[in-house]
């Protein structure tokens, strides 16, 4: 809660006219974090609820809530999957799809917070200074990153290009991979940068945005400048640093 908090500061500094969430807005693998105390899913969401004009459910907000996600890869859940035993459904995944009792901490999310985050759509479509774009968790068919397949995947790259093809979407932004940077991703290529700039002419792009959490990889947030075109990461490492001294 306290690096939500930073960001958003950051966000408001740099006078965002409006802030979108990927997904994603709880969720505690204790393999990967170090800040135990700070954790607070009920109060990310209230917060994100609060401040953003767009929120979109990730793997560990749909697990959270125990809903089956609407768009699957090639797994097919069976409709009482939550029913199940962990055992029963690790056996099930097969390694294609998160577990997560093996690693997840139980949130402090109440029924209604519960029920919020069930609500919300896998993907939204919005028409932004004359450009489509395609909001989602990850990449078509597992918008909501379920499955365990990451970048880089060709053939899952090229599933998300045609999808936005159906949707008309010229550019597409995505999270749930962890990156430091941005991905760059066009055709089958990819390629990480700090900073891209879209041309309303180019071709068909998806960039894949960092996280706020300071897991593995270092935390950040970006901003798109919607006059310049200019796509910029900021790093939240510093800031979260501090906040994980004190």
Partial sequence: LP???RALKILEKKACHEIF?????????????????????????????RTCSLVLPGNHDLYACRKIPETKSDFVYPSDWYSLDYSTRLEMADGKIWVYEDSELE??????????????PEYIVRDIAGIRILFSHYLFPD????ATNFLPDGSLLRSHLSFMNEQHCDLAFFGHSHVEGLWFLQHSNYSIKKKVRIKKEQERTAIGVPCIANGRNNPGIVVYDTETGIIENIS?????KRLLTK
């Fill in 3 to 5: 690096g939500l908090k």
């Fill in 21 to 49: 969430c990927l997904g994603d807005i709880v969720g505690y693998s204790f393999p990967y974090f170090k800040f135990k105390k700070h954790r607070d899913a009920s109060g990310c969401l209230e917060l994100i609820k």
């Fill in 107 to 120: 949130s402090n999310l109440t029924e209604a917070d519960k029920n919020k985050l069930s609500g919300l």
């Fill in 143 to 146: 918008l909501t990153g379920s």
């Fill in 236 to 240: 939240l490492y510093p800031a979260i």
